[in-house]
């Protein structure tokens, strides 16, 4: 009894070994060199595999197991001379019966490598002209007087999504008021993304996002002193004033002795001035 026992155990044995090795074949997934000779093509300078060993998975969508193995490749991007496209993806392949066969590359993102960097300067011209834009309108109306530093930090980790568009990171140090009794001392990380019309153009827009926030301390005042701090809003609006104000003709107003004398020669100007020459008279006259 026992020997039929070990003939039938030694039977199933060699029927699941049988099975596992059938189905190591039929999964059996694309090698290094396959996958390498399936993506490389003209203009390829460089291809990278991922370090695991890839993924097999269920597309719902087309109905079929796939192996998908993560690459990286560096290519020259034939527009720009000295410029390379970096493609990161995944290579596809699909399983018919009993062998996979590769299907498509499906990129996950691009990077370009060797487009010059814009200059500190440049960013801060662009980014000067709407700071409101910059540190959000929140921030904007709460920063004491003016923003103390704008720069790139260390590692300014930029990446070009494409030759007119490139990201990076910046901080920045103020005082802020941040209660009605407050104000703080703060630096600010953003994340800044510049734009611009074609590879040669300068720099048109931007937008930032901000990232990590630091208190570096923190003051009491009374509540009217606090109040009566000047934002940057406030500030900025003080500037453009007055320089709206100075770009205004000289416009040269007498002394009224009488009422009358004032409103004839209002109307007198309503008739006779330019718009500036009259909003230059009425910014004198208006303001005591």
Not at 110 to 126: F, K, Q, R, S
Not at 144 to 158: A, C, F, I, N, T
Not at 215 to 236: F, G, H
């Amino acid at each position: 009894m026992s020997s039929t026992i070990q003939r039938t155990a030694s039977l199933v044995f060699s029927l699941l070994f049988s099975l596992s090795s059938t189905t190591a074949t039929v999964h059996a997934q694309p090698s290094d060199a396959q996958v390498r000779q399936d993506i490389m093509n003209p203009g390829v300078k460089r291809l990278e595999l991922t370090k695991k060993p890839g993924t097999k998975q269920w597309n719902g969508d087309t109905g079929a197991w796939e192996f998908v193995r993560g690459v990286r490749v560096i290519r020259e991007y034939p527009d720009i001379e000295g410029v390379d496209l970096v493609v990161v993806g995944d290579a596809v392949y699909q399983l018919y019966g009993t062998n996979y066969k590769y299907w498509k590359f499906r990129v996950a993102s691009n990077e370009y490598l060797g487009i010059p960097n814009p200059t500190e300067d440049e960013i801060l011209a662009l980014l000067n002209q709407d700071l409101e834009k910059f540190v959000t309108n929140y921030w904007y109306n709460r920063i004491v007087g003016e923003v103390k530093s704008m720069r790139l930090v260390e590692d300014p980790q930029w990446f070009w999504h494409t030759p007119t568009s490139v990201s990076f990171q910046m901080s920045t140090a103020y005082d802020a008021k941040t209660s009605d009794l407050d104000v703080a001392s703060v630096e600010q990380d953003y994340e800044v993304r510049l734009y611009r019309d074609d590879y040669k153009d300068p720099w048109k827009s931007f937008i930032s996002s901000s990232g990590e926030q630091r208190i570096l301390s923190t003051q009491r005042y009374d509540a009217d002193e606090v109040r009566a701090m000047p934002t940057l809003a406030s500030v900025n609006n003080e500037r453009q004033a007055q320089a709206a104000l100075a770009s205004l003709p000289q416009v040269e107003v007498p002394a009224f002795d009488r009422g009358i004398d004032l409103i004839l020669h209002t109307h007198n100007l309503l008739r006779t001035a330019t718009a500036e020459a009259f909003e230059a008279y009425l910014m004198q006259v208006l303001a005591p």
